[in-house]
């Protein structure tokens, strides 16, 4: 059995979103400089609202508010998988990558969320 997180950067949750806040970063870059104040704003936005959602609910004391946290984590990831779509579409970038990147995250939140509400016996 893992040893308790000390801190949200031990969370691997945490660090894979992190992950994926500096490739959406490197991504953005490359977008024309007309879309610095749209799509590459709001991607960024919401991508970095995942691993600072994670942050914040790790602190608090009740499993309740640390899921909250944790949904608005996945609705932030959602939000940056429209994105994602829409630059494809757009002819911006590949998703490939970072698509799955945020099936990980996904899949990692989701884990996180059910562990916290699952009662211990």
């Given at each position: 059995m893992r040893e308790p997180a000390?801190?949200?950067?031990?969370?691997?949750?945490?660090?894979k979103a992190h992950a994926f806040v500096l490739q959406v970063y490197a991504a953005t870059r490359q977008f024309p400089k007309e879309e610095r104040y749209g799509l590459t704003s709001q991607f960024r936005r919401a991508s970095i609202s995942v691993p600072a959602n994670i942050a914040e609910g790790f602190r608090k004391h009740s499993k309740q508010d640390k899921a909250r946290f944790l949904n608005i984590a996945e609705g932030s990831l959602e939000e940056c998988r429209y994105y994602l779509i829409l630059a494809c579409d757009l002819g911006l970038m590949e998703k490939r990558s970072l698509w799955e990147l945020t099936d990980e995250v996904g899949r990692l939140l989701n884990a996180y969320r059910s562990a916290i509400l699952t009662p211990t016996s």
């Amino acid at each position: 059995m893992r040893e308790p997180a000390k801190s949200f950067q031990d969370l691997i949750a945490w660090q894979k979103a992190h992950a994926f806040v500096l490739q959406v970063y490197a991504a953005t870059r490359q977008f024309p400089k007309e879309e610095r104040y749209g799509l590459t704003s709001q991607f960024r936005r919401a991508s970095i609202s995942v691993p600072a959602n994670i942050a914040e609910g790790f602190r608090k004391h009740s499993k309740q508010d640390k899921a909250r946290f944790l949904n608005i984590a996945e609705g932030s990831l959602e939000e940056c998988r429209y994105y994602l779509i829409l630059a494809c579409d757009l002819g911006l970038m590949e998703k490939r990558s970072l698509w799955e990147l945020t099936d990980e995250v996904g899949r990692l939140l989701n884990a996180y969320r059910s562990a916290i509400l699952t009662p211990t016996s």
